[in-house]
């Protein structure tokens, strides 16, 4: 019979942990921070024979005791590497790297649980730091995603609303996110989000994706998704930052309230221990309004007021991750009517904005990770109209129709996901996506509410160190219309040299319609628009390669160069047209057929802290008329180029940086019966554009800017774009409000 020794037992297992107990107690405990301090997280540390750790989200790595009198090698995306000696006499390993000021690889998080090298990344994305915004010194977002190549806006001052374009793709198929979290709220009369509602001194930095994200991100993700990053609060540091701003409007200002643009903010942070910390901040922007070519009461561009508020709560413990935010918006934009001897009209919108965020991620293991995102958003516009009579000063709401009205719109968003390691070549992803909602009010019809749900898995392949491909899948249930039983995806990168590497993705789309382009009505002096409840849901197929190349040409000189091409191709795409019950009326229709393609080619070239931004870009959009007239080009293109220069004075602690934009004309073509072929050519006007921003640093915490924002005193930009529009029409379009003058000050506190 087998017989234990429960003596000789018990000596193996006092043994077992005496060893067990040494190897944890010999392991060096080392930490791994920038030059202030702050943990840089997943570095690697490696030494003889390839052999190495990975540092965790704070920073801290274990190395083996034996390694003594050898030595490691840490490094990090956007560092400098570090080698440093181990030897007898160093029991805790700091590692102090600093930053690569050469260094173009980008670390981005959207569509991947970990920060992921931009790189290495199988999506074609781009980035904008908090640095780049902070020396263009830029008052919103508009201000910030305008210098990017293939992102154009245009104007609808009348109510006071900016629309977004990317890829030739409209608005309502750009997936808008604030820490992956959707934002919820349409503006204007447009079924789009107002970027500018969002406060840009709250910034980390901005992450683009270009091409179709409908697999990882769902409806609205069509042309690309933008990914709003805010300031998370530091651990064990305090933190408090002032921003005092003044410009001009064209040629109109007045001190601190009233004519021009005038920005007070201040963002605090406070970390209480190494596990919570807070972060509490205020905004105001105030815009006077710009009258342009008008004489009496009415202004051209809106005067604008916002108070924008936030505050956030931050929890980090081992495996756990937390962290809420709440956001606050109270926005007030101005119409003055025209002139009136007996009484004058006026015209209020009102915004208001609560967005609750959560985002958490635990960790059980190296291998498993989970992720949540969730938020929920309260949303009102209302439109207040008063009357003033002018000879007793009596005033009063009007009481004509659609003179007052209000919308509420309230958005919940849940998204979970779950990433394994299932080998080292091999990963998979996949989780749930929840997004409801409901809008009512005096301008929309009905109030059914739209629920979306949906399950999503992809996974990650490396069947080579130079090969990785990404396939997914989306299943959907919208409580609206019938999606596709499956949405399928697949993107891919191939180095083909260290130094070159080639990106491909394919999508299936599907946006099912809005409530707002269901049942919203609006009528005012400048629109006349009616909702489509027999909208049809848009479908596309959507392709998408570059070629990127960046080279280290010496220690302080690199290159990057990328050709990128799109091609997007949309079944029942929403668009405004003519009512055909009634010619007064615009209204929206399914497009059977819409096409958008086009070529970028962006260069970079990186001196120290100085740099040089180049693009262009050719963009076509499908003539929509081109089936009725096959004769005419199916596919109508624009040109677009922009540079930005950063210059770097280091005898002065200053940065010069010169921005540089051509805006291509956009062709078009309408149906005319006069015409001998039917159709009538028309376009919008190109337009150059340029601003110019100078920073000063004194002290190391505080910076003084000065510029000049529009060197080229645009206004308007001539357009004969026909009949169709949801807009007034005209023979010019405005883009600016003519050059305008600024100077800012921030200040920065450490503690």
Do not use: C
Not at 165 to 173: P, S
Not at 686 to 705: A, I, P, R, Y
Request: hydrophobic residues 35%; aromatic residues 10%.
């Amino acid at each position: 019979m087998f017989r234990i020794d429960l003596n000789k037992l018990n000596v193996i297992i006092l043994l077992f942990l005496l060893v067990v107990n040494f190897s944890v107690l010999a392991d060096r405990k080392g930490v791994v921070e920038d030059i202030d301090g702050k943990s840089i997280p997943f570095a690697s540390i490696t030494w003889s024979q390839e052999r190495g750790v990975v540092a965790d989200e704070k920073g801290h790595f274990s190395i083996p005791d034996t390694l003594k009198n050898q030595k490691i090698r840490v490094s990090a995306i956007g560092y400098e590497t570090s080698i440093m000696d181990i030897n007898d006499s160093t029991s805790i390993i700091k590692v102090q790297l600093s930053p690569n000021t050469t260094e173009l690889t980008e670390v981005v998080v959207t569509g991947y649980i970990d920060p992921q090298s931009a790189k290495q990344s199988v999506y074609q994305v781009r980035t904008i730091s908090k640095d780049i915004i902070k020396n263009r010194a830029v008052g919103n977002i508009q201000e910030v995603l305008n210098t990017e190549l293939g992102i154009r806006f245009s104007q609808d001052n009348a109510v006071g609303s900016s629309n977004l374009e990317m890829m030739g793709m409209a608005g309502q198929n750009i997936k808008v996110l604030i820490d992956g979290v959707p934002m919820v709220g349409r503006q204007g009369v447009n079924n789009e989000i107002n970027i500018n509602q969002i406060d840009v001194n709250q910034i980390e930095r901005i992450e683009i994706v270009e091409g179709p994200m409908s697999v990882v991100y769902g409806a609205d993700a069509l042309a690309g998704v933008i990914n709003i990053i805010t300031k998370r609060p530091e651990t064990s540091k305090f933190l408090l930052n002032a921003r005092i701003q003044e410009e001009s409007v064209g040629s109109d200002y007045q001190f601190a309230q009233g004519k021009g643009n005038h920005i007070r903010s201040i963002q605090s942070q406070w970390g209480l221990s190494e596990k919570w910390s807070f972060g509490l901040g205020y905004t105001n922007n105030a815009f006077g309004g710009w009258k342009g070519e008008n004489i009496g009461r009415q202004f051209a561009w809106l005067p604008r007021n916002q108070h924008l508020a936030n505050t956030q709560v931050n929890f980090n413990n081992n495996n756990v991750e937390l962290n809420y935010s709440l956001d606050y918006l109270n926005e007030t934009i101005t119409s003055y009517g025209p002139e009136n001897r007996v009484e004058v009209i006026d015209s209020e919108f009102l915004t208001k904005r609560w967005m609750h965020r959560l985002n958490g991620t635990y960790t059980f293991s190296p291998n498993v990770k989970t992720s949540v995102q969730a938020g929920f958003t309260n949303y009102t516009r209302e439109t207040i109209t008063k009357f003033t009579n002018i000879r007793t000063g009596e005033q009063g709401l009007a009481t004509g129709p659609d003179s007052q009205a209000k919308l509420q719109y309230s958005g919940l968003n849940f998204r979970s996901t779950t990433y394994w390691k299932l080998a080292n070549k091999l990963a998979l992803s996949g989780g749930l996506d929840l997004n409801y909602e409901e809008g009512q009010g005096d301008r929309i019809s009905e109030n059914e509410g739209i629920a979306d749900l949906a399950a999503f898995l992809s996974a990650e392949w490396k069947p080579t160190d130079k090969l990785s491909i990404r396939p997914g899948i989306r299943s959907t249930y919208n409580s609206a219309y019938t999606a596709p039983p499956i949405i399928p995806s697949v993107n891919g990168r191939f180095n083909i040299t260290d130094a070159l590497n080639f990106k491909f993705g394919y999508a299936r789309g599907f946006r099912a319609p809005s409530i707002r382009e269901l049942y919203f009505n609006f009528f005012d002096a400048s629109h006349s628009i009616i909702g489509n409840p027999d909208l049809k849901a848009e479908t596309s197929h959507s392709f998408n390669t570059s070629l990127a190349m960046d080279r280290k040409v010496s220690d302080k000189v690199k290159v990057e160069s990328s050709l990128s091409g799109f091609y997007n191709d949309v079944k029942n795409q929403i668009t405004y047209g003519i009512s055909p019950e009634d010619p007064r009326l615009t209204s929206l229709f399914n497009l059977e057929e819409f096409k958008t393609g086009g070529l970028m080619i962006r260069n970079k070239i990186l001196l120290g802290k100085s740099s040089l931004d180049l693009g262009v870009s050719r963009i076509g959009r499908f003539n929509r008329i081109s089936s009725e007239i096959p004769a005419l080009e199916p596919m109508l293109w624009s040109t677009e180029i922009n540079s930005n220069l950063g210059i770097y004075l280091p005898f002065a602690d200053s940065y010069l940086n010169v921005f540089y934009k051509w805006t291509g004309a956009l062709p078009a073509f309408v149906l005319d019966t006069e015409s001998e072929s039917g159709a009538r050519a028309v376009q919008m006007d190109g337009f150059h554009w340029m601003d110019f921003t100078f920073k000063k640093s004194l002290f190391g915490n505080l910076d003084f800017t000065v510029g000049v924002r529009n060197l080229l005193d645009i206004k308007n930009i001539q357009s004969n774009t026909g009949d169709g529009s949801a807009h007034s029409g005209g023979a010019s379009r405005p883009v600016g409000y003519g050059r305008s003058y600024f100077i800012g000050m921030n200040y920065q506190l450490f503690k």
